[in-house]
T-cell receptor
Framework: AQSVTQPDIHITVSEGASLELRCNYSYGATPYLFWYVQSPGQGLQLLLKYFSGDTLVQGIKGFEAEFKRSQSSFNLRKPSVHWSDAAEYFC????????????FGAGTRLTVKP | SAVISQKPSRDICQRGTSLTIQCQVDSQVTMMFWYRQQPGQSLTLIATANQGSEATYESGFVIDKFPISRPNLTFSTLTVSNMSPEDSSIYLC????????????FGSGTRLTVV
């Protein structure tokens, strides 16, 4: 079965600094990959997703992610972090188009310092 | 993408009682899911809510504890039955879209505290 690993439980960055959140997946074929953000007390909001094609995916709120098959990774990046980006970030992997087998990583909590 | 309204947003319940959580989608969706997110944890799938048939439960979750209804393509409910403090979690519903809009949309969650 597929799985997702987010190696960093908690990351702290200064406002204006660049950000990279790591995500590694395990699956034998090409996966469907997602990044979600969860603000405190809220549900999950989809930032971006990758199915096929261009391996650099642009999302909302200035985020992007790059799919690297050779490294089984789908890292999330943002060039300049804003205080409002402080939240929990979840990477997820799905394997079929019917969408009933999505698995989530443990999440990375982002703290933004003034 | 679909928009999901979930209620209640939070509740504090006595042990031994039951709570029903409602999830309304603004468009017809084929698949709906219920997740549990325990404090400081990731999401765990409880079940897939199937329209017109019984829900499909994941290992560790049973219908008697988490009965689910899916009367049509836009609505589902999850009941947490005979609650104990261990049921204190955030419960999230989600809807899946197919085609080019493939992905999950989530409700805002229900924060449940059992005392």
């Amino acid at each position: 079965a597929q799985s997702v690993t987010q190696p960093d439980i908690h990351i702290t960055v200064s406002e204006g600094a660049s950000l990279e959140l790591r995500c590694n997946y395990s699956y034998g074929a090409t996966p469907y990959l997602f990044w979600y953000v969860q603000s405190p007390g809220q549900g999950l909001q989809l930032l971006l997703k990758y199915f096929s094609g261009d391996t650099l995916v642009q999302g909302i709120k200035g985020f992007e992610a790059e799919f690297k098959r050779s490294q089984s990774s789908f890292n999330l990046r943002k060039p300049s972090v804003h205080w409002s980006d402080a939240a929990e970030y979840f990477c997820a992997v799905g394997t079929n188009y019917n969408n009933n087998d999505m698995r989530f990583g443990a999440g990375t909590r982002l703290t933004v310092k003034p | 993408s679909a928009v999901i309204s979930q209620k209640p947003s939070r509740d504090i319940c006595q042990r031994g009682t039951s709570l029903t959580i409602q999830c309304q989608v603004d468009s017809q969706v084929t698949m709906m899911f219920w997740y549990r997110q325990q404090p400081g944890q990731s999401l765990t799938l409880i079940a897939t809510a199937n329209q017109g048939s019984e829900a499909t439960y994941e290992s560790g979750f049973v219908i008697d504890k988490f009965p689910i209804s899916r009367p049509n393509l836009t609505f589902s409910t999850l009941t947490v039955s005979n609650m104990s403090p261990e049921d204190s979690s955030i419960y999230l519903c989600s809807a899946a879209s197919r085609g080019s809009d493939y992905g999950y949309t989530f409700g805002s969650g229900t924060r449940l505290t059992v005392v």
